[in-house]
T-cell receptor, first 112, second 115 residues
Framework: QQQVKQSPQSLIVQKGGISIINCAYE??????FPWYQQFPGKGPALLIA?????SEKKEGRFTISFNKSAKQFSLHIMDSQPGDSATYFC???????????FGTGTRLTIIP | EAGVAQSPRYKIIEKRQSVAFWCNPI?????LYWYQQILGQGPKLLIQ????????DSQLPKDRFSAERLKGVDSTLKIQPAKLEDSAVYLC?????????????FGSGTRLTVV
């Protein structure tokens, strides 16, 4: 079954701290792993993505760590800011098919 | 560039009524998707179009849901008759090409409440 499991469901982090969201998958045919950020009343927006041939990708304060053998990947947000407060979804795609399978989402709240 | 446009933003209907949502993708985007996002869950694909052809509708409840993409541009999603469990946000997204993932661009969605 093409499932992506995401945790935690909600996360509260102090401003300046590190936010970490984890995802795990079963389907080894997945070849692309994006993270989406969603603000209330808006559609999800692509934040950062990784392919399984690399173990880490960094863009600004956002880093994806990927562990192919464990079939896990995570999003790290460094120096978390109140503006980062949103719901984050991990997702996965099978090669040759643009369909994305989404995790259940993590509601991140950054407190001053 | 203009984003993905969806209308209406909100809709409240009674169960057993019908409803239609409209989506205008980003110009030049060949692939269009309709996702259903139930409160507290991740988006779930309902149907995927490549130009005006259906690529994947395996999770579309075809007894009540229908979708079309005439001329490979705009798309409409219809529910008839609606059930209480159809209450959700319906998201439209588009992307450039089937094989090259450049990230979806989602619209802001239509929030449907069935009472």
């Amino acid at each position: 079954q093409q499932q992506v499991k995401q945790s935690p469901q909600s996360l509260i982090v102090q401003k300046g701290g590190i936010s970490i969201i984890n995802c795990a998958y079963e389907n080894t045919a997945f070849d692309y792993f994006p993270w989406y950020q969603q603000f209330p009343g808006k559609g999800p927006a692509l934040l950062i993505a990784i392919r399984p041939d690399v173990s880490e990708k960094k863009e600004g304060r956002f880093t994806i760590s990927f562990n192919k053998s464990a079939k896990q990947f995570s999003l790290h947000i460094m120096d978390s800011q109140p503006g980062d407060s949103a719901t984050y979804f991990c997702a996965a795609r099978t090669f040759g098919n643009e369909k994305l399978t989404f995790g259940t989402g993590t509601r991140l709240t950054i407190i001053p | 560039e203009a984003g993905v446009a969806q209308s209406p933003r909100y809709k409240i209907i009674e169960k057993r009524q019908s409803v239609a949502f409209w989506c205008n993708p980003i110009s030049g985007h060949a692939t269009l998707y309709w996702y259903q996002q139930i409160l507290g869950q991740g988006p779930k694909l309902l149907i995927q179009f490549q130009n005006n052809g259906v690529v994947d509708d395996s999770q579309l409840p075809k007894d009540r849901f229908s979708a079309e993409r005439l001329k490979g541009v705009d798309s409409t999603l219809k529910i008839q008759p609606a059930k209480l469990e159809d209450s959700a946000v319906y998201l439209c997204a588009s992307s450039l090409e089937l094989e090259e993932h450049s990230g979806y661009t989602f619209g802001s969605g239509t929030r449907l409440t069935v009472v």
